[in-house]
């Protein structure tokens, strides 16, 4: 049974927007630092944003920096990772991954500084015209 589940990717057109969601079951998601990560076909996984458990602190990688938006909604155990300005670039299969809080509240989206206790099944985002 997945603790994590991705949704909200589709195709969409360069300059329009699209909202993933990550819900969680089985876990109290305030206890979770979450990040999105993306990989498109032959390339590495990215570290897209980053929302530590309260929701106060945020961290983007510099390609997205002014049109993602990553948001979390406690209350409902769910995460946003709202896409606006969409580029072709942006082409991926996004997922996001939870760590626990009990094992530190680092936030970052650099690659393997941190590991990750639960990782979703990942929803596809196309952006072409």
């Known amino acids: 049974q997945s603790q994590l589940m991705e949704s909200g990717g589709g195709l969409v057109e360069p300059g329009g927007s699209l909202r993933l969601s990550c819900a969680a079951s089985?876990?109290?998601?305030?206890?979770?630092?979450i990040t999105w990560f993306r990989q498109a076909p032959g390339k590495e996984h990215e570290g897209v944003a980053c929302?530590?458990?309260?929701?106060?602190?945020?961290v983007y990688v510099d390609s997205v920096k002014g049109r993602f938006t990553i948001s979390r909604d406690n209350p409902k155990n769910t995460v946003y990772l709202q896409m606006d300005g969409l580029k072709p670039e942006d082409t991926a299969t996004y997922y996001c991954?939870?760590?626990?809080?009990?094992?530190?509240?680092?936030?970052?989206?650099?690659?393997?500084?941190?590991?990750?206790?639960?990782w979703g099944q990942g929803t596809q985002v196309t952006v072409s015209s």
């Open positions: 991954a939870a760590r626990s809080t009990l094992r530190g509240t680092r936030c970052t989206t650099e690659p393997h500084k941190v590991n990750y206790d639960y």
């Open positions: 089985g876990i109290t998601l305030y206890y979770f630092t």
């Open positions: 929302i530590s458990s309260s929701g106060d602190g945020t």
